[in-house]
């Protein structure tokens, strides 16, 4: 039996990210370690983030976390599905969230760059950001050209 694997790399301008694809005649014990590695390799850019629920601390996937905010003077983390609240500051969630993935947009919100749906530059002067579950933030005013860098450069 051949241990070997067969790995090929195709680069694609259509992929932002890398997608995996395993082909094999059945799931074996070195499919799964496979599996693991990629997983384990994939985290590792995206540490997870502690959250709290009903006195519940849940540990959530950078993957998942839509934005970041604050609500009523509480800093509060919002995923497709839930809102948690947060125990560090906007700021220091800024250090930890990965930068190729989340931006800051105001003194008070930071987002998931992979969970907009599209910017709004039709307002005179402002940014607004709508996110792929439907809800709409705004860019302030003192990031506004920073965001505006941003795009150009997701234009070249």
């Known amino acids: 039996m051949n241990n070997m694997i067969d790995i090929d790399v195709v680069l694609d301008e259509d992929y ?3 997608k995996v694809t395993i082909q094999t005649r059945e799931k074996t014990r070195q499919v799964e370690h496979i599996i693991q590695a990629i997983d384990y390799a994939s985290d590792r850019d995206f540490p997870v983030v502690m959250a ?3 006195d519940k601390a849940i540990l959530v996937s950078q993957r998942d976390v839509v934005r970041v905010f604050t609500h009523n003077k509480r800093v ?4 497709e599905e839930e809102v948690y609240l947060m125990k560090k500051s ?3 969630l800024e250090q ?3 930068p190729e993935r989340f931006v800051r947009i105001s003194q008070s ?5 992979y969970k907009v749906k599209c910017f ?3 307002t005179r002067g402002s940014v607004g950001v709508e996110f792929e579950d439907g809800n709409k933030s705004w860019v302030s005013r ?7 860098e941003l795009l150009r450069k997701y234009r070249r």
């Open 16 to 18: 932002i990210e890398p």
């Open 109 to 113: 919100e930071i987002i998931n760059l």
């Open 120 to 122: 709004d530059l039709t």
């Open 76 to 79: 509060m983390l919002q995923t």
């Open 142 to 148: 003192n990031r506004l050209h920073a965001i505006r």
């Open 96 to 98: 930890i969230l990965n």
């Open 90 to 92: 906007v700021s220091a």
């Open 52 to 54: 709290y629920a009903d």
